[in-house]
């Protein structure tokens, strides 16, 4: 799929993954409608990206906000490409640490807006795209948004992993029933990346964090989440396919028992487990203070 005078939808784009996403497409010719909730930078973010984006403003989680958002997408040009970034996470535990079981509206919260929302996403965009005709014989491409916790669920993570593990579950299934509208749909699973929350973190923690990374030994920066974005809606023979952009790294389950580093005396910048540090999904709204809390009481 060209990008070049395309119109493409990009969820969650007033920020982080899907707000570099959407600047990676608009250089590439593609006029952006970006969605994302009133209360975002979303205005903001598409004024500074110029003439080429737009802001649609939608709760994605209200099914009509969310189809009104997608036709002004598709009254921008043929709707070809949607990347689905809008998500969050929620820290539940099965049986909390004071013996309750784990509260039930945060996980139906959470699989709302990151498994039903990227339901929603390829369902209502797909239904608009397959209106138009084909161009280099297909009609658009859709790409999603896991995590590596869809493989590697860490304590805490129930709610956040059943969601992402959903979105890699539908992937090859919706590419499947997408296939006779020529419709192609991929996702990504993204590890730690440095999105604005990770701006939050002191520099011990993000030095610890990056150390966990194998190869190359840093987050993934926001910017190589839109170059492999804007792949999988170019590179017409990829389909039904999860891409880990992780730098191989495997998530510790992380247990949260303090394991002191070799040498690190009795204050260890952070807490590992397992030799990663102590994975509070920097991803998750106010893990970065959860994080500094910790370290404080510590203290
Ligand atoms: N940053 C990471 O390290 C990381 C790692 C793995 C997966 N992810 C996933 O990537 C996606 C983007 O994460 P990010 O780090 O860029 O987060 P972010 O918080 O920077 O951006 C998310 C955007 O989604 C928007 N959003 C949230 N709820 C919405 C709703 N109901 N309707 C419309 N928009 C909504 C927010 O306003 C925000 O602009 C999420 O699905 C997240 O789970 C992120």
Request: charged content about 25%; some cysteine.
């Amino acid at each position: 799929m060209r990008l070049e005078g395309i119109s493409a939808a990009v969820t969650g784009g007033a920020s982080g993954l899907g707000l570099a996403t959407a600047r990676e497409l608009v250089a590439a010719g593609a006029t952006v409608t970006i969605i994302d909730l009133p209360t975002s930078k979303g205005a903001e973010v598409a004024e500074e990206l110029g003439d080429a984006a737009r802001f649609a403003a939608a709760d994605i989680t209200d099914v009509d906000q969310f189809a009104a958002a997608l036709d002004t997408a598709d009254e921008a040009g043929p709707l070809r490409a949607v990347v689905h970034c809008a998500g969050r996470g929620a820290r539940i535990r099965v049986v909390e640490k004071d013996g309750e079981p784990g509260a039930l509206e945060p996980f139906e919260d959470v699989i709302q807006l990151n498994l039903i929302g990227s339901y929603n996403a390829l369902r209502l965009g797909a239904a608009r795209m397959a209106k138009h005709d084909t161009v280099d014989d297909e009609r658009g491409a859709i790409v999603m948004t896991a995590s590596v916790a869809a493989f590697e669920g860490q304590i805490g993570q129930i709610a956040y992993t059943a969601s992402k593990a959903g979105i890699v579950g539908m992937t090859l299934c919706a590419a499947r029933d997408l296939a006779s509208k020529a419709i192609r749909v991929n996702t990504i699973a993204p590890g730690i990346m440095d999105t604005p929350l990770l701006g939050l973190l002191r520099e011990d923690v993000r030095k610890a964090l990056e150390d966990s990374v194998p190869n190359p030994k840093r987050l993934g920066d926001p910017a190589e989440f839109g170059a492999l974005a804007r792949h999988l809606i170019e590179n017409r023979y990829l389909n039904g396919e999860t891409v880990r952009l992780d730098g191989a790294i495997r998530m510790a389950p992380a247990d949260g028992a303090p394991l002191r580093r070799p040498g690190a005396g009795h204050h260890p910048p952070t807490r590992l487990v397992g030799g990663a540090p102590h994975a509070v999904p920097p991803w998750e709204p106010g893990a970065p203070e959860r994080l500094s809390r910790r370290r404080c009481r510590r203290r």
